[in-house]
Structure formats: C-alpha cells, structure tokens
C-alpha cells in the first residue's frame, strides 16, 4: 500500500520509519528536559472523620539524600491548602526547618519534624510538615508507623492553648493520607507542545519530500 502526497509517494515501510524516529525525538525531547520542582496534591482524612486537611506541596528539584524505605526525599519547600476541623482553617505557611533535611526539634512548644517528602509511599516520615493556620494554630502532619503501614497522624500541641503534656487540649487525629505526584507544571506543558510542534514539522517535511519505493 502507497501513501501519496503533493505528489510524492511513500511506502508502508516508509512511513513505518518515519513514525519510529517521530516517536523517538519525541522521547528524547522529554528526557533531556530539565529536572524542576515537583508540586503533588494531597487529601488527609482522619479515620473519625473529623479531620480533613487538602492542597498541595512543592517539592525542590533535586533529592536530599534522606530515605524512607526504598524512596528519596526531598525538601519541602512551600504548602497550601486548608483543614476542615476543630481549630483549622487555611494553611497560611510553611515553618521552616533551619537544618533540612535533618530533623528539627523544639520548635515552639516540642514539635519535631523535618519537612521532607518521599515520591512513593509512606510520603512522609516520623519528623512530617510543619506548617500554620489563620487560627494561629501550628499542625503537624507525619507518618505514624506504629498504627500501620499507611497511617498519618495529624497533631497540633497548640489547638486551644494546649501544651506538652496536656493531651486533653491537643489534637491527635489519625488518618489515611493521598498523595497525586507530581501535578505537571506550565513549563513542562509547553516543552510537550514545543516537541510536538518539531515533530509535526519533520514529518510535513519527509512527506512532502520525495520518497524512493
């Protein structure tokens, strides 16, 4: 069977190669684009249901040597988003970790954690994230192994005034966490497109070129 085209004529094979080296280019140009930051949606949801927390954080490029299982991490460096519960509200920011990725400890009032992410689960390990709501309130979100494989625990000291060692005024709220990775971002999207465009380019071109059967 023969393609023709603006006068030109292309066999199956032809045509056959030509798409094998479209698709080719077409990784290649995926491969070689730069490593960014990666921003992954979550959904926290206590087992009782009283707790939701939803938004999303951003990742910075490169891993940071620290392991959970068989995974990476890397540094938290910005989180969105808002809890849905007694004392929450919107995230309004991250507390940052002076010695990340290493764990952090005595913040406030004796939180300990790290803010370091993991691409595959458990996401988060026993230090977590570390960030503040509207309502003043500091929320810590980590993986608490002890209650299971894939069970997160939501924990603020500082929910209605409590404090260390004053459990009735804290919130410990476990749960199961989601993680979407990683939410493409705008320059990724017109890397694809820029790729796609070449390729339409090179295929007019070889087409409309005259192929030898």
Known sequence: MFLTCGGS???ARARSKLFKLACGLYSWLLVVA???AGTYSF???SSDNVYQLTGT????????????GASLGSDIVSISGSIIGPYGGSITSLVTNPVQPAMFTNYGIGFMYDNVA????????????LFTTGTGTIWNLWANSAQGPNNYELFSWTAAGGSVGN????VSAIGNLTVVSPIP????FAQMLAGLGLLGFIVLRRIGSPTSV
């Open 9 to 11: 004529v292309m066999s």
């Open 34 to 36: 730069p490593v960014s």
């Open 43 to 45: 959904d926290f949801l």
């Open 57 to 68: 954080f951003t990742t910075s490029g490169a891993t940071d040597g620290i392991t959970n």
């Open 118 to 129: 993991f691409p595959n689960s458990p996401y988060l390990d026993i230090g977590g994230v």
């Open 167 to 170: 459990w009735g005024d804290a």
């Open 185 to 188: 971002e705008p320059t990724i």
